[in-house]
């Protein structure tokens, strides 16, 4: 079966400019995920959805961040207006359900001049 | 949450079995231990998880501890494309996931 895809898979913008990333999950997998990952570290959780639900998004900034999955499938993140910290690979996973494990795409590096 | 510990960087030879720990010594009762591995430039890969069991699959086997206070994962045979960045992750109980810094394995010809 085919992965998660993402697109694009590297964006390069100037600070104060919007970007936007796209997910598409595995077929039939009903809770999407959104991470980030500064380099060195680990991925961190920035929202959940359960079907077209966002369940959990304490970790959003929302204050320049958003994210919607309309129809339950595939989802967007935005971020308007980007700053240089932002500079980061974005990451999308899907799973079956919440209790499954998560498979996740190849990432959208992302890096903010 | 329960919190892990592992080492931040081990080195194994081509062909010897690569065991990684990891400590979660706070671990509750019903949260699972998951491990997942980031190669470079790629998404992680979900690799194993167990709850109280040992487990084997056909990448790794997972040896949890009596008290389920550490783990261990065991690469059978490493391969030069082993190496990566493996994390040890305790899933909560509302299924999220937080990820450290993991281990990164250098397997060595």
């Known amino acids: 079966e085919a992965g998660v895809v993402q697109s694009p898979r590297y964006k390069i913008i100037e600070k104060k400019q919007p970007v936007a990333f796209w997910c598409n999950p595995i077929?039939?997998?009903?809770?999407l995920y959104w991470y980030l990952q500064n380099l060195g570290q680990g991925p961190e959780l920035l929202i959940r959805?359960?079907?077209?639900?966002?369940?959990?998004d304490s970790q959003l900034p929302k204050d320049r961040f958003s994210a919607e999955r309309l129809k339950g499938v595939d989802s967007t993140l935005k971020i308007q207006p980007a700053e240089l910290g932002d500079s980061a690979v974005y990451l999308c996973?899907?799973?079956?359900?919440?209790?499954?494990?998560?498979?996740f795409g190849p990432g959208t590096r992302l890096t903010v001049l | 949450d329960a919190k892990t510990t592992q080492p931040p960087s081990m080195d194994c030879a081509e062909g010897r079995a690569a065991n990684l720990p990891c400590n979660h010594s706070t671990i509750s009762g019903n949260e699972y231990v998951y491990w997942y591995r980031q190669i470079h430039s790629q998404g992680p890969q979900y690799i194993i998880h167990g709850l109280k069991n040992n487990e084997t699959n056909e990448m790794a086997s997972l040896i949890i501890t009596e008290d389920r206070k550490s783990s261990t994962l065991i690469l059978p045979h490493a391969t030069l494309r082993d190496t990566a960045v493996y994390y040890c992750?305790?899933?909560?109980?509302?299924?999220?996931?937080?990820f450290g810094a993991g281990t990164r394995l250098t397997v060595k010809p």
């Open positions: 996973a899907s799973s079956r359900t919440s209790e499954n494990e998560q498979f």
């Open positions: 077929s039939g997998h009903n809770t």
């Open positions: 992750i305790v899933r909560a109980t509302n299924n999220d996931m937080r």
């Open positions: 959805y359960e079907n077209e639900e966002a369940v959990d």
